[in-house]
């Protein structure tokens, strides 16, 4: 079994065959006969209080069927957020941000609910509104939240949360700092004391939008006791323990399906417009659907913006001596997963470098502004963005090459990144010398022309609790079964190359089922980077159980016992020589031509997996940039990207995954932004939030893996799909800045920024 | 609003090589009409503003946004969808190419692009890599950064030459 037949290759990712046919099907496709549809009324203030809400004139148009406010949730749970529940379905006497939703329309037809949402006549009591950070955290600022909320129950997140005054249900004196986190180890201030090289900065890092090309949407149906739910959830067991909290219903009676997922990337993890369609079935009793536009979406989750200070002292051998850093999130009017995102804002901001004596505060803030919660790389980009171009203008100032630099801090094989934490599982240094090989190969000549690279090492896999079932059946061939959703990196077609290695059958004979929480296996989450290693794991033990099953049923049909029956490709090899299939010994032991056999496999914090975090997920990229002076433009010459991936499972979809999160870290760098002014959005839409399009390609991208098998995963693996966009933005600014003598400070990089940089002007907000 | 929301009109085209003659309401766009109404759910909507290409489709062979198309534009025409393209039961080259290439992730945007790229392909059946990034620079794909989709076109192109030269 060591001879790996289906692991490893590039094999045809059978979804991508659905998906070019058209066929695919994804939740914005499911509209069962006698679906209503909503339509969000949504707030057009800041912060204000709701004084009335006008539904008469919405409730007489035609088509018309319910229009649900926050009053009419009366003995439901009328909030949800898996770390803090501070969100508000509907809005419950006040509004928190422009777009917060405060009415649902639900009608027979899209156009009839258009219509009817048009027709809500609300009326505010405009209040003073906190719309920066900075704002928020000024003395005496308006409170977005005036009330603390109790944890949610999840292990890992109610340590994040909770607070000894929530738990006594007392009131504690309110600021808006939704939640605050700090590290340090060492005497930060005696080294900074003695250092032979202080640098400092502070910088900016944009709000962005992850632009899912589907958006949010989901269709619910109560009937018979029970929530069915179809949505574009990431995390559909995260969703299912929201929804039985809202309607006070068990888990089993909360149903929670994911088909496929046009888009994730980080902005579908967890709880979004669910509540919403479900609150609409709850009242009229028939399937509500709730799609979302893209400006809705905007106003539904963002990425964090961040203002970041850092500070770093060095010896005069280049080496750190200490790091300090003050990260400030704007993380809008609901928590939703801010806390983690600073959390681990926290963790990665000072890189995988030896630091001996470090000091982080970072503070996830509310505002009056769209709610901020996961996005590829959470926490990563803002903290690397900061991080690496410290250490840039560290090369500057001390004569170093920026990689010779990283090369005297960048921490060994096995040490520690996060004290008592697992120690680095890749060879950064390596990976490091790839990447600046490769640019070095092709480099310009010329003073327009500048090169940057960044490294970061993210604590990736988050908590894990991963389940898998492999159902052998009669003919051979095999349902796999996860949790683990499938929104385009590939894990439909992974897991089941996993099945078929593990199980010695043919890959066209793995039938992959995911996401549904009333029929599947329970998974925690699809994010962080997570189910190659973990799910991956569990598939490797559901198919060693099934294997178990088969030789204690194959010693009870042809005698001996089971460690009799040596493993096989597609069944067991007995005493007497010749492989019998799974599907025979199955048939036999029932006595029919009909059974199956289910192998289970449980993944916790135990054994490979107990050290935190199950894996550091590595980004090592390095860009040229040509810079014209005259306009400010930016080309990208060289995009270079190494995937410290262990093992490649499929190696073309970790170099797609690797080069589409290269491309949407450019696409934070060069291009994107959402800007508020005033209340509102200025660009909440594709045409004004502008995205990387193909005639932004680089001229050269190169994208290789490295596989070094030191992954706790299977076969050595590692996870894949965030690391090249962490710390993309700062190997941009630092190219930049050296084409053009002078540090950039805020992103996206612009033309019209970068020429005034070009030319000393005051930058613009 | 309700005279006018109610307004419909009849229309008569034919869909991937089918002749459909339906009434529809004057409001709707072709988007609407080919997903909820003949249940072409292949098309996808996403910007809904004619700038990310998702719901691309081709109508008398030219490609449109069928977001902000409307329905009854459509009458007297021949519209052609993702659907229509394997419609003989085998997979048109450029479909072939892109599931070869690793040219997709989520797919979402998949369909647009094959549509782009087949109205390129019947205008300049050899195009070069920066013709095809010129002519597909109007469809977003957030998920693979691009290069696989150029090298999955280059590489439709290239069969279906083949294919036509008999080869």
């Known amino acids: 079994m060591t001879d790996r037949h289906v692991v490893g290759q590039a094999v045809r990712r059978r979804d991508l065959l659905e998906k070019v046919t058209g066929k695919a099907v994804y939740t914005v496709d499911v509209v069962p006969s006698g679906t209503l549809h909503a339509k969000v009324v949504r707030s057009t203030h800041a912060h204000a209080h709701i004084v009335n809400i006008e539904t008469s004139a919405a409730l007489a148009s035609p088509g018309v069927v319910a229009v649900v406010t926050a009053k009419d949730l009366h003995g439901l749970f009328p909030r949800f957020g898996h770390i803090v529940p501070d969100h508000c379905i509907l809005a419950i006497d006040k509004v928190r941000y422009y777009g917060e939703?405060?009415?649902?329309?639900?009608?027979?037809?899209?156009?009839?609910?258009?219509?009817?949402?048009?027709?809500?006549?609300?009326?505010?009591?405009?209040?003073?509104?906190?719309?920066?950070?900075?704002?928020?955290?000024a003395e005496n600022a308006p409170l977005v939240h005036e009330e603390a909320y109790r944890a949610s129950s999840d292990e890992s997140f109610a340590a994040?949360?909770?607070?000894?005054d929530d738990e006594r249900g007392g009131t504690v004196e309110r600021d808006n700092v939704a939640h605050e986190v700090t590290l340090e180890w060492g005497d930060v201030d005696a080294a900074f004391a003695g250092a032979h090289t202080v640098v400092e900065g502070e910088v900016h890092y944009p709000m962005l939008y992850a632009y899912a090309m589907e958006p949010y949407n989901a269709?619910?149906?109560?009937?018979?006791?029970?929530?069915h739910v179809v949505s574009t959830a990431q995390h559909p067991y995260m969703v299912r323990t929201d929804l039985a909290r809202i309607f006070g219903l068990p888990l089993a009676r909360v149903r929670v399906e994911v088909p496929y997922v046009g888009g994730g990337y980080g902005s579908k993890s967890y709880t979004k417009v669910e509540p919403l369609a479900a609150v609409g079935s709850w009242v009229t009793g028939r399937p509500v659907k709730l799609v979302l536009d893209v400006e809705e979406s905007i106003y539904t989750t963002r990425a964090d913006a961040a203002d970041v200070k850092v500070r770093s002292a060095f010896d005069e051998n280049g080496r750190i001596l200490a790091r300090e850093f003050d990260i400030v999130l704007d993380s809008g009017a609901y928590a939703d997963n801010s806390p983690l995102v600073i959390a681990k804002a926290v963790n990665r901001c000072f890189g995988p470098y030896r630091v001996p004596n470090l000091r982080v505060r970072g503070r996830s803030v509310y505002t009056n502004t769209s709610p901020a919660s996961s996005y590829r790389g959470f926490g990563a980009p803002q903290g690397s963005f900061a991080g690496e171009l410290n250490l840039d203008q560290a090369a500057d100032r001390l004569g170093l090459d920026p990689v010779e630099l990283r090369l005297r801090n960048l921490v060994d094989v096995g040490e520690e990144v996060l004290r008592g934490k697992r120690g680095i599982d890749a060879d950064l240094k390596a990976d490091l010398r790839m990447v600046s090989e490769s640019l070095r190969r092709d480099a310009h000549v010329g003073e327009s022309y500048g090169v940057g690279v960044g490294c970061s090492a993210s604590d990736a896999g988050a908590f894990p609790v991963s389940?898998?079932?492999?159902?052998?059946?009669?003919?051979?061939?095999?349902?796999?079964?996860?949790?683990?959703?499938?929104?385009?990196q590939g894990s439909r077609s992974a897991l089941a190359q996993i099945a078929a290695e593990e199980l010695g059958v043919e890959l066209a004979d793995v039938y992959v089922s995911q996401s549904d929480t009333g029929s599947g296996p329970y998974e925690r989450t699809t994010g962080a980077s997570r189910t190659t290693t973990l799910v991956g794991l569990a598939v490797q033990r559901a198919c060693a159980d099934a294997r178990a099953k088969i030789a204690e049923m194959a010693a009870e049909v042809f005698g001996g016992s089971a460690v009799d029956y040596e493993p096989a490709p597609g069944g067991v090899r007995g005493p007497d020589g010749p492989v019998v299939g799974f599907g025979e010994v199955i048939m036999r032991w029932f006595g029919a031509n009909a059974g199956e056999v289910t192998g289970i496999g449980l993944v916790r914090r135990d054994g490979a997996?107990?050290?935190?975090?199950?894996?550091?997920?590595?980004?090592?990229?390095?860009?040229?940039?040509?810079?014209?002076?005259?306009?400010?433009?930016?080309?990208?010459?060289?995009?270079?990207?190494?995937?410290?991936?262990?093992?490649?499972?499929?190696?073309?979809?970790?170099?797609?995954?690797?080069?589409?999160?290269?491309?949407?870290g450019l696409g934070g760098a060069l291009f994107e932004e959402l800007v508020y002014d005033g209340p509102q959005l200025l660009n909440p839409n594709i045409v004004e939030y502008r995205v990387p399009r193909m005639g932004d390609l680089p001229a050269k991208i190169d994208t290789m893996i490295a596989e070094r098998r030191d992954g706790v995963g299977p076969y050595g693996a590692k996870g894949a799909g965030e690391g090249a966009l962490n710390p993309m933005a700062p190997a941009v600014a630092s190219a930049v800045g050296r084409a053009i003598g002078r540090w950039p400070t805020r992103l996206p990089l612009t033309p019209e920024r970068v020429w005034r940089l070009v030319n000393d002007l005051p930058p613009v907000s | 609003m309700t005279a006018q929301t109610d307004a419909r009109?009849?229309?008569?085209?034919?869909?991937?090589?089918?002749?459909?003659?339906?009434?529809?309401?004057?409001?709707?766009?072709?988007?609407?009409?080919?997903?909820?109404?003949?249940?072409?759910?292949?098309?996808?909507?996403?910007?809904?503003?004619?700038?990310?290409?998702?719901?691309?489709?081709?109508?008398d062979g030219a490609p449109v946004s069928a977001c902000t198309y409307l329905a009854s534009d459509i009458d007297g025409r021949t519209v052609e969808t993702v659907e229509g393209l394997s419609a003989g039961g085998s997979m048109h080259p450029l479909q072939e190419a892109f599931v070869d290439n690793f040219a997709l992730q989520c797919g979402f945007?998949?369909?647009?692009?094959?549509?782009?790229?087949?109205?390129?392909?019947?205008?300049?059946?050899?195009p070069t890599e920066d013709e095809v990034r010129e002519y597909l620079d109007g469809n977003i794909c957030r998920c693979t950064g691009y290069r696989p989709i150029v090298e999955a076109v280059l590489d439709a192109a290239a069969r279906m030459r083949r294919e036509a030269s008999g080869d």
Request: one cysteine or more; glycine letters at 10%; hydrophobic letters at 45%.
């Open chain 1, 467 to 488: 389940t898998a079932a492999v159902r052998l059946q009669t003919d051979g061939s095999v349902v796999l079964s996860s949790g683990s959703t499938e929104m385009g």
């Open chain 1, 160 to 164: 994040m949360a909770a607070t000894p």
């Open chain 1, 609 to 664: 997996t107990q050290k935190m975090p199950p894996f550091w997920e590595i980004g090592m990229v390095g860009v040229e940039v040509c810079v014209d002076r005259e306009t400010g433009a930016v080309d990208v010459e060289q995009l270079v990207t190494v995937a410290d991936v262990g093992f490649a499972i499929n190696p073309r979809a970790v170099e797609g995954q690797d080069l589409g999160a290269a491309t949407q």
């Open chain 2, 9 to 59: 009109v009849g229309v008569t085209a034919t869909v991937n090589g089918v002749e459909i003659s339906r009434s529809v309401a004057t409001r709707i766009t072709l988007a609407q009409f080919l997903r909820d109404d003949l249940g072409l759910t292949g098309t996808k909507v996403s910007c809904e503003l004619q700038v990310c290409g998702a719901c691309s489709v081709l109508v």
């Open chain 1, 101 to 137: 939703p405060v009415a649902l329309v639900v009608a027979e037809g899209v156009a009839a609910a258009d219509d009817g949402a048009q027709l809500v006549d609300i009326e505010y009591d405009e209040l003073p509104a906190v719309m920066t950070a900075e704002d928020a955290l």
């Open chain 2, 109 to 126: 945007c998949t369909p647009g692009f094959l549509m782009m790229a087949k109205a390129l392909l019947e205008r300049n059946p050899n």
């Open chain 1, 219 to 227: 269709i619910a149906h109560f009937h018979d006791g029970t929530l």
